[in-house]
């Protein structure tokens, strides 16, 4: 006969609690059956595997030695199963497997930190990828599969994709600490008309890119750019060395040394209401019980965050 198909877990089952009690009334008992159906699913079993796995006499039941040997490997099958069976559900919760996930590196300065600290004590079974980068270059990682899901920051629509906000910050204008209106509590973009500009590339992603020289645009000009940099240690860095001034979302004070200052931007009318945007992106209509997972995590950081700016 066939095992592989004749043999069924619940044949199994029977006779790991046969084998146990050694007593058919108590295994009976035990898997919730009447004593004639186990027996009967017994001496079938024993058809199948062609042996005895029991000497019975009307006083006491005693395994074989093949009823012995099968123990082991009934035992061992049925954890195997057991296994195998939490192993899928726990894909299909989204808690084991790989996860690639794509961020911008200021985006470190907000609640990104806190976001991978509470999914990995969420999901310690995944193993969670970071790749560190620009806007642009995040999204180019999705498209081309490579990247589960992305945290950008004033990303530009892209098809295929949903973007959501999940932290707003304002934007600050960075001065050497020796420049003539370091001191100020506030300045406005009209000051900066005239200053060289250190910045970093629109390749990093257009609207990334134009939304903090937008700021100048509204008081009539745009900023001569003089000097490119990848991030905003090296812009901090150049800006105190008296190479030029910025504009940086506020959580750049974060890393800021003495030799810089950061002051909230004015506008002619007051406090400006332009401000920088980070986000989660995500594919449109995804269902992955791995990504949703790491979705969710976010949403529940992003929905008890204090701003504090």
Known sequence: M?????????????????????????????????????????????QILDCSLFNRTSRSVRLTVAGEAFLERARRTLLNVSRDLEETRSIGRGEVGSLHIGFVGSAMLT????????????????????????????????????????LLRDSDPTEGLDAATIYSEPFVIVLPSRHPRAGQKSISPTHLRDEPFIYYPRSAGSRAFEKPLSLCEEHGFRP??????????????????????????????????????????????????????????????????????????????????????
């Open 2 to 46: 066939n095992i592989n198909v004749e043999i069924e877990l619940r044949h199994l089952r029977y006779f790991v609690a046969v084998a146990e009690e050694l007593h058919f009334g108590r295994a009976a008992q035990r898997l919730h059956l009447a004593q004639p159906p186990l027996s009967q699913q017994i001496r079938k079993l024993e």
């Open 111 to 150: 609640i990104l930190p806190a976001i991978f600290r509470e999914y990995r004590a969420a999901y310690p079974g995944v193993q969670l990828h970071l790749h560190e980068s620009f806007t642009a270059k995040v999204i180019e990682g999705m498209q081309s599969g490579t990247l589960d899901a992305g």
């Open 224 to 309: 001569h750019i003089v000097q490119e940099a990848q991030n905003w240690l090296t812009i901090l860095r150049l800006i105190g060395a008296g190479l030029g001034v910025s504009i940086a979302p506020a959580c750049v004070r974060r890393i800021a040394a003495p030799d810089v200052v950061c002051l909230p931007v004015r506008s002619n009318s007051g406090a400006t209401g332009i401000t920088s945007s980070i986000e989660i992106a995500t594919f449109t209509g995804e269902s992955r019980p791995i990504v949703r997972g790491f979705a969710q995590i976010v949403s529940a950081i992003a929905g008890k965050r204090i701003v504090t700016n």
